[in-house]
């Protein structure tokens, strides 16, 4: 056999006996070795960084209150304070689609009831009719 062969087939065995030892030495956390942090740690690490904003925030926002004469609040009050104002937006949102289904409903009515009153030769009805008649929805 060639003996350039011989030397090439020598190398790729050495280097993946090479890769096997340092596989089977190697921790299962890759990152490890190579000083990055793990998973728990990144979450962790993210948790505090999350919670030393809201602080910051939290203080920043009591010292404008103070400055305008009113009293300090905390996170939970502030936060029970948004999500009742998220629910009053959702109530007003859900009046406003209903109140334009039930435009929506009306117009139907209308252009259904005009439709037989052309066929009898009757005059058509507006919307203003229909609101003066029965009120506004």
């Known amino acids: ?21 340092l ?3 190697t921790p299962i956390g890759g990152g490890r ?7 728990v740690e990144i ?4 948790e505090e960084l ?3 904003d809201l602080r910051q925030m939290m203080a920043l926002h009591n010292r404008r209150r103070a400055a305008r004469g ?8 502030y936060e029970l304070s948004v999500l009742a104002e998220s629910a009053e937006q959702r109530r007003c949102d859900r009046e406003q689609q209903e109140q334009a289904l039930a435009r929506e409903e009306l117009r139907q009515l ?5 439709a037989r009153r ?10 203003e009719d229909a609101a003066r008649e029965f009120g506004r929805p």
């Open 1 to 21: 056999m060639d003996p350039f062969v011989l030397a090439l087939l020598a190398a790729l065995l050495g280097f993946l006996g090479w890769a096997l030892v």
């Open 23 to 25: 596989a089977r030495r």
């Open 33 to 39: 070795p190579l000083g990055l942090p793990g998973a």
């Open 43 to 46: 979450a962790r690490r993210s």
């Open 50 to 52: 999350e919670a030393e």
């Open 70 to 77: 009113q009293p300090a609040i905390s996170a939970e009050a």
């Open 110 to 114: 209308l252009e259904a009831t005009n």
């Open 118 to 127: 052309r066929a009898r030769g009757l005059p058509q009805r507006t919307l």
